[in-house]
């Protein structure tokens, strides 16, 4: 039977009053969006054509020069590599990570103010430490994990001191600068 006597034959319960037969092309058969769809690469390149001679296309960025990265061989993950450049993402292995993660941590704690929050802090690194040694390697095993959990009381004690010197610092820096000249305002005149 063939596509059209089928289309037609498909009258049951109103169903050709529900689907009307509009947008259908009366020498062809074909509905219009089959026909737009049949068409649309030549207005593609129709539109394409008139953008070039407006100018759309002259002055672009990186124009008669080479694609930047382009290299002899193709590389499958240059999307990645490009993706953690730009983020500044750290793909370490974790034992590197706890390492990267232990000369950072005096820095942090020094940042903050609260001894609770010293604590929470220095309890979270202790955690990960734990983490990457019960955790077992996947794929190729990484360097061994040496950094040690840290005492949260030794830390909190050193931050505390580490904090007092600052602090007698800036005092000690205020003391010896000069005071600053008082600005006489414009209404107060020398008498």
Do not use: C
Not at 56 to 66: E, I, M, R, S
Not at 126 to 143: D, E, I, M
Not at 158 to 164: F, G, I, K, M, Q
Not at 175 to 185: F, H, I, L, Q, W
């Amino acid at each position: 039977m063939p596509e059209e006597d089928r289309d037609d034959q498909f009258d049951v319960a109103g169903a050709t009053a529900a689907r009307p037969d509009r947008g259908r092309d009366e020498r062809t058969g074909r509905s219009a969006a089959a026909a737009r769809i049949a068409h649309q690469s030549s207005w593609v390149e129709q539109q394409l054509r008139v953008a070039m001679e407006r100018g759309d296309f002259d002055d672009l960025p990186g124009a008669g020069k080479p694609i930047e990265d382009l290299g002899v061989e193709h590389d499958p993950d240059w999307w990645v590599k490009k993706l953690v450049e730009r983020e500044q993402i750290a793909l370490l292995p974790p034992a590197l990570a706890i390492r990267k993660e232990d000369a950072e941590l005096d820095g942090r704690l020094d940042r903050i103010n609260v001894e609770s929050e010293v604590r929470r802090e220095v309890e979270e690194f202790n955690s990960h430490v734990r983490r990457a040694l019960y955790t077992p390697p996947v794929g190729p095993s990484g360097p061994p994990v040496i950094t040690r959990q840290r005492d949260v009381d030794a830390e909190v004690e050193a931050w505390r001191e580490r904090r007092t010197a600052r602090i007698e610092a800036q005092r000690a820096a205020r003391a010896a600068a000069p005071p600053e000249p008082t600005k006489r305002r414009w209404w107060r005149r020398a008498r």
